[in-house]
């Protein structure tokens, strides 16, 4: 008999670790001021990037169709964190931006996936968090920041 866990269990407890880490951003998020940001707004304010982007871009990015990304852009206008505008470089073409508040909150975020970090080092000790860290970057793609996550799941 193997005292192995099951194979299932590791992706659960990876997907358990991030859903632990992102619910706590959000409890802090919401007591610094930002109440109605969801998980997938930070995969929107990170693909918008700090120069913006379109539509369809952004669609592309997340791995939705544009007019999903659409409907979130409406939303995240609608509570001030971004904001549509004429592209300088083509009058035909609008851009979405990040307004200070979506700013503020990627700010603010940072912040506080920092204190999160520093949290799991103590519980688990720098060192070993050092290492996880490290296997985690073995064992996944060089460009680990893919944004697409929200299509990947929504894909049927």
Partial sequence: MSSDPPGFE??????????????????????QGHPDVRPMH???????GPNGTTAADLGRRLGVS??????TIDTLERLGYVERGADPADARRKLVRLTARGTDCLTRSARIFD????DWARTLGEDRLRA?????RRM?????????????????
């Fill in 115 to 118: 204190r999160l970090r520093a």
């Fill in 10 to 31: 590791l992706p659960l407890r990876l997907f358990l670790a991030f859903r632990v880490l992102i619910d706590e951003l959000h409890a802090e998020l919401a007591r």
């Fill in 42 to 48: 930070g995969y929107v304010f990170q693909a918008i």
């Fill in 140 to 156: 996944t793609p060089a460009e680990a920041f893919l944004l697409d996550a929200p299509g990947w799941f929504g894909n049927s």
């Fill in 66 to 71: 544009k007019q999903a990304a659409g409907k």
């Fill in 132 to 136: 996880l860290e490290s296997d985690l």
